[in-house]
């Protein structure tokens, strides 16, 4: 199974600033014949399911404020919140689908300084 | 509007089984796979298996093999999740999700399982 490790476990940023969080996979997701990372990255708000913010690594889902961002390739992915609003405040997971079990990481819980 | 529409909460013994449902609707049933992913408190998501609602096409994590089944009924484009010998560990929020050949686009409300004696 592939295992995806998000760092930091929590963090806590001023409105406005800048939040990153980074997750690394025990495997590439990247597929060769496509040149695509099978890389998501999901919202999750309390008592609320996930919701998809970016796929292939760096594509933003429907209606996903662009100040939302995402990158990396192979092993090693950004998420990366430009100006952070209240209404950011959540848990955010990384996924790959590059195969089965599809797995996710243990998240990261994102709060406002 | 896509809609993942799932049933109500349940309380089971250990021992017992589970039947959870996942209505889909706005969209073509039988052209997105339907995966399970269940969360127990503070844990990380967990990925429970795949059907593919064309072919019936099934395929589960290796932990639940043996102990869960999934279905379709294309007459009421709606997917079950069948979970047997249930144990307290088996306590989460149970979670459809579409997919079609990328990320889960789109998520069901959650099914609270809980098993207690």
């Known amino acids: 199974d592939i295992v995806m490790t998000q760092s930091p476990d929590s963090l806590a940023v001023s409105l406005g600033e800048r939040a990153t969080i980074n997750c690394k996979s025990s495997q590439s997701v990247l597929f060769s014949s496509n040149n695509k990372n099978y890389l998501a990255w999901y919202q999750q708000k309390p008592g609320q399911p996930p919701k998809l913010l970016i796929s292939w690594a760096s594509t933003r889902g429907s209606g996903v404020p662009d100040r939302f961002s995402g990158s990396g390739s192979e092993t090693d992915f950004t998420l990366t919140i430009s100006s952070l609003q209240a209404e950011d405040v959540a848990v955010y997971y990384c996924q790959q689908y590059y195969n089965t079990p599809r797995t996710f990481g243990q998240g990261t819980r994102l709060e406002v300084k | 509007q896509v809609q993942l529409v799932q049933s109500g909460a349940e309380v089971k013994k250990p021992g017992a089984s589970v039947k959870v449902s996942c209505k889909a609707s706005g969209y073509t049933f039988t052209s997105y796979y339907i995966h399970w992913v269940r969360q127990a408190p503070g844990q990380r998501l967990e990925w429970v298996g795949i059907?593919?609602?064309?072919?019936?096409?099934?395929n589960y994590a290796q932990k639940f093999q043996g102990r869960v089944t999934m279905t379709r009924d294309t007459s009421t484009s709606t997917v079950f999740m069948d979970l047997g010998s249930l144990t307290s560990e088996d306590t989460a929020v149970y979670y459809c999700?579409?997919?079609?050949?990328?990320?889960?686009?789109?998520w069901g409300q959650g099914t609270l399982v809980t098993v207690s004696s």
């Open positions: 999700a579409r997919e079609f050949g990328d990320a889960f686009d789109y």
């Open positions: 059907i593919n609602p064309s072919d019936h096409y099934t």
